[in-house]
């Protein structure tokens, strides 16, 4: 039997001291990690943070052939396909006596799926772990669309066995919790995606000052980085270009840099094409260079119209030192931003060029009003920082452990 050790000190509530176990942890995720998107960034940057802490980190995957950490096992074979307003790779095949292998070489004390899941590779997994095991879930999506949550529902009917295996449920939001409940009827604790603040400096440190300037450039600079699909909103903000320049209400010299790749990237090229302002389109931007882009932001614009249950971006941008961010009121994009009605602007209807022109107008040109909301957004990093999120997440481990013993 493998050695157990007790750790004091890691948690504390109300005061009190609280002992825990360092514990033997697999993440379950049907996707790869081949590429860093939001639930890829939620459980790398949560695992890392776990091990840290001196956890076992295991993560139980599909098609993956890089390596970002250890004990990576990818045991499916995927496909991709589009779904919420995303492309996602969805598991068609998967070995039960590769996941069974895993399964006994591992003995886990939990198992922590990433929700909702396919029946195919979680669903398998979870049907074939141990009562011993604890196992906790971690719901990440919001609608974007009627068509989104039919399919939630017809999936939460399909998992409803293997679901009552679930000792603990966890939603990222309050939106993500709401589609916990309508599409697989539980009741969840809402831990948000975590950010790896320190790491984020510290990469934005190592690629120097000169990097930073570089992506700045002369004049106020406006970053917008993400997909270029509809969703995501570069149009939106290509509108409120054309709508603050037609308007005068832009300071000289201000240029944007839309970072991204996807279907509508040469569309917004075409759209952005007769603005006098300056626009760069610098495609897809690596991970390490992510914290200079964003800290080279005057203003960080994300105007997705919705379809998110949380915003990772806002506060990677936050985190880098973007001055100010501005977000769409999307319900995913104000929760995580604490309501804070300064750094929101309206994604529908027609006024929506106007506002959002007006707001990145008012951070360019009205320093009290942007350093006022810059200090409000700093003050939020606490809250989302990886170490506030896995003190959290531990404790409904141990819940999840509590309620398989007895």
């Given amino acids: 039997m493998r050695e157990t050790w007790l750790i004091l000190g890691s948690l504390s509530k109300r005061g009190t001291t609280i002992e825990r176990m360092t514990l033997r942890i697999g993440f379950v995720f049907d996707d790869t990690l081949d590429v860093l998107d939001g639930v890829q960034a939620h459980i790398l940057t949560l695992g890392k943070e776990l091990a840290r802490r001196g956890n076992e980190v295991h993560y139980l995957v599909g098609q993956t052939e890089d390596r970002p950490v250890e004990h990576i096992h990818p045991l499916a074979r995927n496909m991709m396909v589009a779904f919420n307003g995303n492309r996602m790779r969805i598991p068609i095949i998967s070995k039960s006596s590769s996941i069974l292998q895993v399964l006994d070489d591992c003995r886990f004390d939990v198992l922590h799926v990433q929700a909702p899941y396919s029946p195919l590779f979680a669903g398998r997994v979870l049907t074939r772990a141990e009562d011993s095991i604890a196992v906790v879930a971690t719901y990440h999506i919001a609608p974007a669309g009627m068509l989104s949550y039919i399919g939630g529902k017809i999936l939460g009917t399909i998992n ?123 495609g897809f931007i690596e991970e390490h260079d992510k914290p200079s882009l964003l800290a080279s932001a005057d203003v960080a614009v994300f105007p997705s119209t919705g379809g998110e249950s949380f915003g990772i971006v806002l506060l990677e941008a936050i985190a880098s030192g973007s001055k100010v961010v501005l977000a769409g009121d999307n319900p995913g994009y104000r929760s995580t931003l604490m309501n804070q009605e300064n750094a929101l602007f309206p994604v529908k209807g027609e006024g929506r060029a106007q506002a959002l022109a007006e707001s990145m107008a008012k951070a360019l040109t009205d320093h009290t009003w942007s350093e006022h909301v810059h200090d409000e957004e700093q003050a939020l990093l606490t809250s989302y920082d990886v170490a506030t999120v896995a003190d959290q997440v531990e404790e409904v481990y141990h819940q999840a452990i509590g309620i398989r013993k007895h």
């Fill in 160 to 282: 409803a066995r293997t679901h009552r295996r679930i000792d603990e449920v966890i939603a990222v939001s309050k939106v993500a919790a709401d589609y916990a409940h309508l599409t697989a009827h539980v009741d969840s604790c809402v831990i948000p995606n975590p950010v790896d603040v320190k790491d984020l400096r510290q990469r934005k440190a190592q690629a120097g000052q000169r990097s930073i300037d570089a992506f700045h450039g002369n004049g106020p600079h406006v970053v917008f980085l993400g997909r270029f699909v509809e969703r995501k909103g570069a149009g939106v903000l290509i509108e409120a270009l054309h709508w603050g320049e037609s308007h005068h209400l832009f300071p000289e010299g201000m240029h944007v840099t839309f970072a991204g790749k996807g279907p509508l990237l040469e569309e917004s090229k075409k759209q952005a094409s007769d603005l006098r302002l300056h626009c760069s389109f610098i």
